[in-house]
């Protein structure tokens, strides 16, 4: 799969899921649930992990691509030792939201 369809449905699923998040952040604070009562509901709601999961790999991913894209054509760099790189910092990047992922749904 090339970099551009990757960029386009990781695209897609941050769409939704950035709407996904913020309505539930708004349900949550409209409701007067306090960060403890937050924390509570989390703990091993399988779904909402995966969901989070999802959409760290998706924003990592996405953030890595559009990055690789500006410094392919500000500054010329190119080639498969830089992809993969770049897939490495999305990686990594997407590995800092899973744990925190993992802190609020398993912790």
Known sequence: MRFWAIQRIT??????????HLVTIML???GGLSAAEILARTRGAELWFAFYV???????LHGAIGLRNIAGEWMGLRGRGVD????????????FGIRAAWGLYHA
């Not at 695209?11 to 996904?20: E, S």
Request: charged letters at 5%.
């Open 11 to 20: 695209a897609a699923f941050l769409g939704l899921a950035v709407i996904v």
């Open 28 to 30: 949550a604070i409209r």
């Open 54 to 60: 999802l959409f760290a790999l998706c924003a990592g």
């Open 84 to 95: 993969a790189l770049w897939l490495g910092i999305g990686l990594v990047t997407a590995a």
